[in-house]
């Protein structure tokens, strides 16, 4: 089990890290887009960057329907964002 710091988190969002995580379902989608709510909207990003890619194109696409299915408590996950998580691996 990992756990990240937001920098890490950031850096995995940036070089594409997180996007081949979902595609292995070693990350959950459902974090995925709680991740695009709190640190920014990156999926809107991922769209743009990989529309040339068929297969890393139609996770994105599948993320962004799912979105607004996805319910939670803003406050709370900035919470454990911003205090809880730490960089460890088990």
Known sequence: MIFLSNNIILKTIRDGTLLQWV???KVQKE???VLDA???KFLDGWKT???NDPYLIKIVD???KYRPFVEFN???ISTIIGEEIS???Y
């Open 38 to 40: 709190v640190f920014a």
């Open 49 to 51: 960057k990989y529309a």
């Open 31 to 33: 974090t995925v887009i």
């Open 87 to 89: 960089v460890k691996q």
């Open 23 to 25: 595609a292995q379902n």
């Open 62 to 64: 599948r993320l962004i």
């Open 74 to 76: 803003r406050d709370k």
